[in-house]
């Protein structure tokens, strides 16, 4: 990976976590192209058929481009100070909240993520501004992290805003 | 005070008794004027406005019979509901705010609403515990006792008594009243006034028709004048509101037994108190937007914790030069509002024109849609784009003054003064263009206000350097290598085992 502003996280994602993105991805365009199909055979309305093309391309060229960009750009940290991500791919996102800031930690399984074993940690702070998401974690690993956070959470005085 | 469940104060059931008559004249008196040849377009509001007064009052009486508050030293509890009981309670160190309202018909009773609202977002809702109503005597109690959850900050200065920050001012309506919202006040007004006019025989459309040779003006100066005519009439309507909601205005900085709190008092018929605990206030945002910058209009917002949007707004709108002076008065600081930011990269321009292009790009290709050379107009608004893109840049700017963050962006010039310990995060953005163009955005994430301010475009060593300094310590081990040597004190953390 290119040297960005800041320092990367430590740890890279489960590399099993390009196969979840790459299935999202399936997933959300053979949705959208079965609708519209459905839609096409049903009312033969034939400008459906560009709009059909558009989005298999778009599905097809985000399926073979973004899984592996991502999986470069992820990755995350967790110190006894600070919980520390970087995200996304042509946007790349670094978020940074201190432990002492912490207020909830969840840990989420989606149907993709339970079949390949990957679990999503989420810690929130009292910010309106979305929390800080460990993507793409073994789902053991993932447990762990948020037991730990918890525990280190909860030893923190005060209402963390 | 008392730990005893408390019933709200009787005189509501008066009100009660009260709406319920006032509400039954119209029916009484049409039945009286029409006799049995009663027009079934007065017939029926009549009959509406008689029976939503009617549920409405016996609702209202319900809801005082199962209404049971109590105040305990721990929290504020309130039970309520007939057929879906709630139980709310807050606890007392989690109180944001405590504000009372009354409208004319509480005022006449000597009554007031007061509603206890609870910081966590989301946890009570936007709700809180509602007291509708208790007496005036009794909120001004509720008032002065419940903000008690924390000590007061220690460092502010805490006059005693009562500071005036501002008070109403009559250059402000001219603010309030020439916004886009004037044609949607008129619409009101004037639908409403052609509806009220039908029922008593009066067709306001034919009287307006024949005002004028509408047909020999021609289309280009019927519609001028019939837009300049709604703006009037939404222009007074705003007017009127606007004096209505903010009469007798007053911004205090109010000490009271339990610290200082910002108090707003305003209102003619239904008045308004809102406080804000000190405590809890995180900084100020400054916002002019696009379209009245000529005017200098600005909008003058708390950011605080535990604050609803208009009761975060401070000083309604009006001239830039008040609102930084109140601005100024809130912080406790005239410095922070004057001091020369730091102007971002050439690059962030250079985006922007970026964007504007693309924005008049886009136009054009809607237009060519169109018959005739409609497009032309799209090549024309270049320019406006680019000029907005220019404006936009212009009001780029960062700074860090002692304790406080300073950043403005955005085409409504939005100037934030952020308290550098109110901030819990940092959010760091950059595209691939963006970091062709050694640019970065950031945000600070905060409890307070809307959750997160942006300064966009920062050169981005500047933006992590500027980040470290405002929570120093958090990044210090993250900052690329080059910039430890440079830096005197940033020592790499022992035991930080990452690959160089």
Known sequence: ?161 | MTSEWMRLDAKVIWVDLAKMVLSLIPMALTTWLFGDGIDGSVFWPALSVAVIGVVGAVTDLLRWLKTRYRITDERVECRTGLFVRSNKSIRRDRIRSVDTSARLRHRLAGLRVVVVRAGERGAMGDTGVKLDAVSAAAAARLQAELPTGRVAVPDSPAPSGETVLATLRWQWLFYNVFTVWALAMAAGLLWGGYWLGNSVGLDLASFVANLADWGALGLAWTITIGVLAAWTVGAVGLGANFFAENWNFRLTWTTGPNGTVLRTTKGLFRIRQVDRDEARLRGIRLAQPLPWRWIGLTDTTVISTGLSWSASTVVPRGPIGDALRVAAAVLRDDRLLNVPLTAHPRAALRRRIGWAVLVTLGLTAVLTLLPDRWWLVGVAALPVFVWFAALAYRALGHALVGAHLVIRGGLNRTLVVLRRDAVIGWTFRQSVLQRRLGLLTVRATTAAGSGGYTAPDLAAADAVALADRVVPGLLTRYLPDQRRGEMPGLQPTVGSNRPH
């Open chain 1, 1 to 161: 990976m290119t040297e960005g502003p800041l320092l990367p996280p430590q740890h890279r994602v489960e590399r099993r976590a390009i196969g979840w993105w790459a299935l999202r991805t399936v997933a959300t365009t053979a949705v959208a192209a079965g609708v519209l199909l459905v839609a096409y055979l049903i009312f033969e309305w034939s400008w459906l058929v560009p709009v059909l093309i558009v989005v298999a391309a778009f599905g097809v060229a985000h399926l073979v481009v973004t899984p592996w960009w991502r999986y470069a750009v992820h990755r995350w940290e967790v110190t006894e100070d600070a919980v520390y991500v970087c995200t996304g791919w042509f946007v790349r996102e670094w978020r940074i909240a201190p432990i002492s800031r912490v207020q909830t930690v969840d840990t989420v399984r989606g149907p993709i993520q339970q079949a390949l074993g990957l679990a999503t940690v989420t810690v929130t702070t009292a910010s309106a501004h979305g929390p800080v998401a460990l993507v793409g974690l073994d789902h053991q690993a993932a447990t762990e992290i948020a037991r730990d956070l918890a525990a280190v959470t909860q030893a923190t005085p005060g209402d963390a805003t």
